[in-house]
């Protein structure tokens, strides 16, 4: 089992006279940066001079400089741009870490697949909320926290996960629950999960079975509501409290049914894809490809985007959701933890 710390096992002294900067000012960046200052550490936004995010982080009022003058004031280096960038960032800031000083993550992919390469007498940490950044900030200002996870790459001072703790702590984490993890697991459960499931698996699950009820003659607004919309409410209960409140929560047709059929669609074949899926990310081939797919520009991912907007459950939901309430209600929700 994982070890998970709590408030009670962090020293916020482990990051006393610290400078911390920021790299970013997006999703991550501008929670980490306003929770750590709120938190009394001494911070600094790293963002390039004609960056579309200075006006936000002086408003929050913050201080702001170049990503070179960020680091060289900097004991830790936070890397919150995103991940394709990162590499590109660090090779401009590589020679203002000092010794002793720490490279800190939010996800482990550039580390694990070798983009990044630090040198041997700096610390490398990450801290990774398990929630995109403006629940992080919300979360805080609550005076509660994001859960999130924490692992050691190099530990050059001897002192890594105090210090990341420290971090978790200042940006709320620990008041939730912090899971210790290594960069290798957090990287390969992270990209299998949001292949898999999250992001890949549910919305090919959901668009199939739409064809499915379509092309034998139902209508769309019925193909939706069942294979897209109820996913929100089922995926709440099994939220709340795992797939036992929702199976409680359901019919005994639907239970039965759904214990009887699940595995007929989501049989053994699917099981053998998921694992090559799974053996992709951890041979790396996922990785090469992705790479290689952002140095020629992203040609497939672009092509692949449209034709995921050219979907017909896109132009079915859209007209569907302006019809009825309960997606008014959800962008006014949207619009209210923007503006927070
Ligand atoms: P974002 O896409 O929100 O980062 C945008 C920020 O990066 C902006 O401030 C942008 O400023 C800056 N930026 C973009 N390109 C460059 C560049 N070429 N040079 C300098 N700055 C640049 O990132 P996320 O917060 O989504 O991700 C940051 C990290 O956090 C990643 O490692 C990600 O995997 C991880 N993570 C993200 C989560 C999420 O929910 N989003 C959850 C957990 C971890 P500009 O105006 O200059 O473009
Ligand atoms: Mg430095
Ligand atoms: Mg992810």
Known sequence: HATIYYDDDADSTALEGKTVAVMGYGSQGHAHAQNLADSGVDVVVGLRE?????????EDGLDVATPVEAAARADVVSMLVPDTVQPAVYDDIADELDAGDT???????????GQIEPADDVDVTMVAPKGPGHIVRRDYERGEGTPGLLAVYQDATGEAADEALAYAQGIGCTR????????????????????????GGVTSLIKQAYETLVDAGYSPEMAYFECLNEMKLIVDLMYEGGLGDMWDSVSDTAEFGGLTKGDVVVDEHARENMEEVLDDVQ???FAREWIAEN?????????LRQAEKDHEIEEVGERLRDLFAWAEESESNEERNETE
């Open 283 to 285: 041979s790396g081939a």
């Open 295 to 303: 140095q020629a520009n992203r040609p497939a991912y672009r092509q």
């Open 176 to 199: 939730a629950g912090v899971v210790e993890t290594s960069f290798r697991e957090e990287t390969e459960t992270d990209l299998f999960g949001e292949q898999a499931v999250l992001c």
């Open 103 to 113: 490279l800190q993550f939010a996800h482990g992919f550039n580390i694990h697949f």
């Open 50 to 58: 004609n960056s579309s995010s200075r006006d936000a982080v002086r």
